[in-house]
């Protein structure tokens, strides 16, 4: 099973900022199979960034992704208030999928 | 326009068996590739993928629950049926149904049903 452990747990910024999220893999992870999900509370994941950095429909530029190997990231360029959130990596190229554990971004 | 959504009971006595039903429109499981996956959510934490069947009957399950998990399709009703035995309160979470692909190579689950939340109490 490959684990993905996410990193910080919790960043507090300020919007305008730029927040990096960190995904690291306990083995190489296809760079087609790297997935970026936003969740707010109360509600279902959405889907931001597939194949490590292919934006979903509808998604901002502002948000990116990069990696390959077992080291991947999601960078929001400048913080909106929206972007508040929980975000989780997966990866689902390899049975079991799995997430990430999460990482919190909190307002400052 | 694809739509998911669970549902089933909201609260089941330790020892029972959860039934979820996923009735989903704006695709069809008889479609070469299409996928529907399973994902639950304990409160206050992470996601974790439990199930997956394809259109062509090909079923996965998360090696830690294979043993109490079980994956059907009904393709004539547009619905995935999840059953979990000797339910526990620690299954106690949001149960999430999604879409997924299968054609050259994986796809990401995408969309994602509203969610229902199954609390495991007596």
Not at chain 2, 62 to 71: M, Q
Request: glycine share 10%; aromatic share 12%.
């Amino acid at each position: 099973e490959i684990v993905l452990t996410q990193s910080p747990g919790t960043l507090p910024l300020s919007p305008g900022e730029r927040a990096t999220l960190s995904c690291r893999a306990s083995q190489s992870v296809a760079s087609r199979y790297l997935a970026w999900y936003q969740q707010k509370p109360g509600q279902a994941p959405r889907l931001l960034i597939y194949g490590t950095s292919t934006r979903a429909t509808g998604i901002p530029d502002r948000f990116s992704g990069s990696g390959s190997g077992t080291d991947f990231t999601l960078t929001i360029s400048r913080l909106e208030p929206e972007d508040f959130a929980v975000y989780y990596c997966h990866q689902y190229g390899y049975t079991p999928r799995t997430f990430g554990q999460g990482t919190k971004l909190e307002i400052k | 326009q694809i739509t998911l959504k669970e549902s089933g009971p909201t609260l089941v006595k330790p020892t029972q068996t959860l039934t979820l039903t996923c009735t989903f429109s704006g695709f069809s499981l008889t479609t070469n590739g299409v996928g529907v996956g399973w994902i639950r959510q304990p409160p206050g934490k992470a996601l974790q993928w439990l199930a997956l069947i394809f259109w062509n009957g090909n079923n996965y399950y998360s090696p830690s629950l294979k043993t109490r998990l079980t994956i059907t399709k009904d393709t004539s009703k547009n619905q995935v049926v999840l059953t979990m035995t000797n339910m526990d309160p620690v299954d106690t979470a949001t149960y999430y149904c999604a879409l997924t692909y299968y054609y050259d190579t994986s796809g990401p689950f995408d969309p994602w049903g509203q969610g229902i939340l199954v609390t495991v109490s007596s």
